[in-house]
């Protein structure tokens, strides 16, 4: 989730918090200042990477609002961040011995912030969780089988195309495997007499590269870690899902490196420069900004990437509670609040993002958003990064080796071994 | 054409292109922030906006209370600024010129605190800021409530005093004549006079270097005020245009307004001070 902006001058910092909230992340959880009659009540401090700009303000005070007329003993103070700056946040304010009662963080944070002792259990079991979630989009929240996140949304990635040049190219249907992807791909690319090219058959680079990759990757039928937590993403499968992005900027030339990049001013589905991507439900919103009239005529479709498995990444935010928090019975009367529909709904709203919740599949929402429905139509072919304590270490590094794979620096099987020997030792250190 | 002209035009080209590459990002932060979101996305892309969409301003400072922002980030500027002047005077003036033991060790000690990198102090600081004593609900030993977190003094003491500005001062105090200090000494002025009334003044290259990179460096820091406070009223101007980079988009057009109103104070500031400024880097010998 974290934007790649700046991590790289970051890394001295998260390495000196990491170092410092190994050495005071631990320790039982602090007394409650919980009233013994049921009643929940205590200051509250919320940590906040969602609900951005006046918007945003406007949506998660209304929420707590409604809150504190449930809860009228219980005050809640809000820290608004970014992604951006959201780890640095919550490990300084955990190192600093002054953290938030109410984090918000995102899908692979729990791993590293549990197991350094930081995040507090949730009254909750992965099997009720499965009545209310689809059980993929439980599956964030726990590590070594306790619960420790609610998820309030999701952010996914999948196929997107444009079906006006489809037809325009003959192609009836979105490609259903790699052979299909390439073959697609060269069809739909067009370059002009210089050979310049103006449009991508495929855009693999609007997307985060690693976010882009590790879809590919499970739809070849690999996996991020072992069930031990080791890197399993140099395998065969993973080796051939990188080959397959380095096949299509190197050898098909269906898109050419530098073309576009995350967080581009246009993006070239939207601009008929390409004719399909692997993209994020919020791309959507983007297209309805920039080509409105693309989504009007429907001419956006979404498709599953798929090889030996249909996949879709699956990223998002959840609501967990701080281990020292003064008030922990008020902290999870929080979570339980942001998780439910109404206000996890309108947060999604606001954000134009993918319910979590199983119920919310029938809201007008997301009926009116076709990203989001496909997305939750999809759920059960979901995957989520992470899953080891070292993740928010290791995941930095995936774009330097996806780039070296892209420009031909290094095969795609050397980019990845050496990557799983560096997350070998992120782990190993602990 | 004169022989002598030649050179001259070709100087002048030169310095011309060299301003231009400089200038054109700021034309473009000002015409971007006057573009429609489709405008912004146009492939390929246009000098002038389509439509001069002078609401994006408005639009920006709706957007988070960016007044507040804005006073918030020139006082803690300006304080940084008075009391870095104050202070890294005071200690460049002990270096260069008043003999005591062990100054050499001090001035190696100033210079290695240039060498430490931000960052692997910001969790040392944070902890130092928490633990003030008799501050933010603590004891005579610092313990039991929050110290400075979430306060002016948080914004305002960290960082308010560079080594970088002793440094500087340092190096502009060694070049002045000691004759000058001799002769108000026989006037009999005390020391601190010396350094007040006639050695200071004539550092002002200094002084208005080190003022304008104090206010720059203040004007600009983000990452610190960002983890040290929690509320709306304390953040900054750069924590304001962060706000608008989402996790999967950028509001380019609200960017782009809200770091041209960011950029005045400064340039305002440069436009007022940059003769001194060139010269002070230059005498220093640092770019």
Redesign the interface.
Known sequence: ???E?RRS??R??AA??TA?LLTTGCGGPAPSGDGDDGKVSGTV?LLT?IF???DGKTVLEKQLADFKSKHPDVAV?V???????LN??LT??I????PYDVMLMGVGWIPPFAAKGALAELDENKQDLTKRYNERVVQPGIYQDKVYGLPIML?TRFGIYRKDIFAQAGITAPPSNFTELREMARKLTVRDGSGKLTRAGVDILSNDLRQTFLPLMWANGGELFTPDGKPAFNSPQAVGALQLMTDIIRTDKSEDFGFTQP?A????L??G?AAMMVG?N??L??IE???PELVKEDKIGFFMINNERPAMFQGGTLATVSAKSQHPAAAKALVRFLTDEQASLAANEQRGNVPALNGLADSDYVKSNKAAQFAMENLDAAFSEGGVPAWLEIRGDFKAAIEAALLGQKTPQQALDELAAKAQAAIAKG | MKPRLAPRLALHLMLGGGALVMVVPFFWMILTSLKSRADIAAYPPNLLPDEWVWSNYQAALDYAPFGTYFRNSLFIAIGHTVINLMLATMAGYALARVPFRGRTVVFMAVLAMMMIPTYTKIVPQYLIAKGMPFFGGNDYLGRGGYGWLDSWWVLIVPGALTPFAIFLFRQFYLSLPRELEEAARIDGMGEFGIFARVMTPLVKPAIATVALVTFEGSWNNFLWPLLVTTRDDLRVIQVGLAAFQLAERTEWSYLMAGSTLATVPMIVLFLFAQRYFVQGFATAGIK
């Open positions: 989730m974290m934007t902006t001058r970051l001295p910092l000196v918090l410092a401090r990477p951005e700009g006046a103070e820290d608004y961040t970014t992604y951006a700056k640095e946040k300084t304010s190192a600093g011995g002054r952010d967080g001013t246009s993006l070239p939207a601009q420069r994020h919020n791309h919103l983007a900004e920039q080509a």
